[in-house]
Each structure stands twice: as structure tokens, then as C-alpha cells.
């Protein structure tokens, strides 16, 4: 934290307008803080002013007319702690959240800069298309897009002069079902590869289907391709074909942690397993 030396002053506006206001009178020197864990891993040494979202009320999570909002400054753990997440798909939402990273950084990391940093190995990107989740963002009105259109866009520039409020996603009913796996070397590890999958079976077909991918190593996308080959698929057929077609198809690339075919594998591996678990 010895490089953030050149910091002069905190601001904890009570209002996005003031937050915004000040954000744009400082400009690149100053930096909106929600959790803040990105600055303790990635301090900046030209940041002259803090930003902090303490206090405009973002911190809920809330359902309303069908649909659910988290705020921007909820961590993982309020999340996965929520009654009204852990309500939701039979639990799985609530267990996908409840094994990101380890306790400390679950209390850390937030809904609104897991979006606005968009780390390469993000679980909560890839939770968040899976959702189909909608980005809501301040820039003196309010703006809400679809987050894969989002992330399509050059959406850091808008940041510059913008603040996430919330994130936001339908509340699917009992037809859907959502799953994630992760694989990590331990607890407190970046994922290596991860995948969220939400399929609406009815009568053991696959009606609907949202597959994302993340850490791969490249940041989250939805695998478009393979929505395309499961939809209208018998489950049953769909849990013998997942594999290969994954595994094939899949858009991943090796780094210094794990090879191409290795995440390759795993690609298929977890689309057969989120499968079979919807047919449960």
C-alpha cells in the first residue's frame, strides 16, 4: 500500500450524482472503490483520490417485479448468504457463490467490481451471463444493457465517467436449472477454468440453454456454439454427446498454469457434469 503514497483526499459521497460529479472533476486520478480488493492487489501510484460507494446505499439485494438486483457494493459472501439467493435454484446459486476464492476474499470482493474489472478469471462473470444478467451504470442517468453486450463494448472507457449501481437478472422459475463447476489447484487460487451453465428442461428436453466459460484463460463468454448444438435436445442425449462437442469446440488456450488440451478436457468434462446434474 507504500505506493499509494500520493493519495490526498477520500470522498464518501451520499448521492451517485455527487459520486459523479466528483469523478469527473479529478478524472484519471481518481479511483471508485467498492471493496476495494483490486486496489490492494493492483495499487496505483499516480491515484490521488478515493472514491468510496459506502455510502449510497448499494448494498442489497432485493427481488422485485420477477426480477432479482444485487447492488454494487454486495460481496459474494452477502450473496451467498442472502435467504432470497439461497431460494433460488434449489440452492445451487447460493453453493456456486459460498466456494469462489476463501472466506477473507469472498468478504472483499464485490458484485460491481467483479463487473467493472472483468478479470480474466472471474467466476463472477461467468455466473453473471449464465444469468443472463443486465448491467445497471450512472453516468448522470441511468443506463441498463445486457452484460455480454456489455463486456462487447468498450466498457472500461465508460467507466471513466460512469458508476455501477447494480447488477440485475430474471427470477427463473422451477423449469430452469442453473449449475457451476471451477477447477482450482486450491481454495485460494484463481480458477484455471470455469463454467455456469442454465437450461430450462421441460419433459427432459433441453427448451432452453446459457452456457459461459471463464478463465480460459481469456475472461468469460457465453459458448454460443454449444447453446446451439444442446437446445431441443433430449437430456439423456445431450448428456451422452456433451463431451466431445465441448471438448472440441471449445474457444481456450494454455498458459504457464495449464495446457490447451488440459482445459480442453475440463470443457468437457463440466458440460457433461452440469448435465447430468439437471437430470437429477
Known amino acids: 500500500m507504500l505506493k499509494l503514497k500520493n493519495v490526498e483526499e477520500c470522498f464518501y459521497p451520499k448521492t451517485l450524482e455527487e459520486a459523479i460529479a466528483i469523478l469527473r472533476e479529478k478524472g484519471d486520478k481518481a479511483k471508485v472503490v467498492g471493496g476495494g480488493?483490486?486496489?490492494?492487489?493492483?495499487?496505483?501510484?499516480?491515484?490521488?483520490?478515493?472514491?468510496?460507494?459506502?455510502?449510497?446505499?448499494?448494498?442489497?439485494i432485493r427481488e422485485e417485479n420477477g426480477t432479482v438486483s444485487i447492488g454494487a457494493?454486495?460481496?459474494?459472501?452477502?450473496?451467498?448468504?442472502?435467504?432470497?439467493?439461497?431460494?433460488?435454484?434449489?440452492?445451487n446459486l447460493s453453493s456456486?457463490?459460498?466456494?469462489?476464492?476463501?472466506?477473507?476474499?469472498?468478504?472483499?470482493?464485490?458484485f460491481g467490481g467483479s463487473v467493472a474489472q472483468r478479470e480474466p478469471y472471474s467466476d463472477i462473470s461467468t455466473i453473471l451471463l449464465a444469468l443472463d444478467a443486465e448491467v445497471v451504470y450512472f453516468d448522470g442517468s441511468e443506463h441498463t444493457e445486457k452484460i455480454d453486450e456489455f463486456f462487447e463494448t468498450d466498457f472500461r472507457a465508460k467507466l471513466k465517467d460512469a458508476i455501477i449501481k447494480e447488477v440485475r437478472f430474471k427470477k427463473f422459475?422451477?423449469?430452469?436449472?442453473?449449475?457451476?463447476?471451477?477447477?482450482?489447484?486450491?481454495?485460494?487460487?484463481?480458477?484455471?477454468?470455469?463454467?455456469?451453465?442454465?437450461a430450462q428442461i421441460e419433459e427432459n428436453k433441453i427448451k432452453d440453454i446459457i452456457v459461459s466459460y471463464g478463465s480460459r484463460?481469456?475472461?468469460?463468454?457465453?459458448?454460443?456454439?454449444?447453446?446451439?448444438?444442446?437446445?431441443?435436445?433430449?437430456?439423456?442425449?445431450?448428456?451422452?454427446?456433451?463431451?466431445?462437442?465441448?471438448?472440441?469446440?471449445?474457444d481456450v488456450k494454455g498458459d504457464i498454469r495449464r495446457d490447451e488440451q488440459y482445459r480442453r478436457e475440463l470443457t468437457g468434462v463440466f458440460a457433461k457434469r452440469l448435465l447430468e446434474s439437471f437430470g437429477r
Open 37 to 60: 480488493l483490486h486496489l490492494t492487489v493492483f495499487p496505483n501510484p499516480q491515484v490521488e483520490y478515493f472514491i468510496f460507494l459506502d455510502n449510497l446505499g448499494l448494498n442489497y
Open 73 to 91: 457494493t454486495v460481496t459474494i459472501n452477502n450473496a451467498a448468504k442472502s435467504d432470497l439467493i439461497k431460494g433460488l435454484f434449489s440452492g
Open 96 to 110: 456456486a457463490l459460498s466456494l469462489i476464492a476463501s472466506e477473507l476474499l469472498r468478504n472483499q470482493i464485490t
Open 173 to 198: 422459475d422451477s423449469s430452469y436449472k442453473f449449475g457451476m463447476e471451477r477447477h482450482v489447484r486450491n481454495a485460494t487460487d484463481i480458477t484455471l477454468l470455469n463454467m455456469a451453465m442454465l
Open 217 to 250: 484463460p481469456m475472461p468469460a463468454i457465453r459458448f454460443k456454439a454449444l447453446e446451439d448444438f444442446l437446445k431441443g435436445k433430449d437430456l439423456n442425449e445431450a448428456v451422452k454427446e456433451v463431451y466431445n462437442f465441448a471438448k472440441e469446440n471449445a
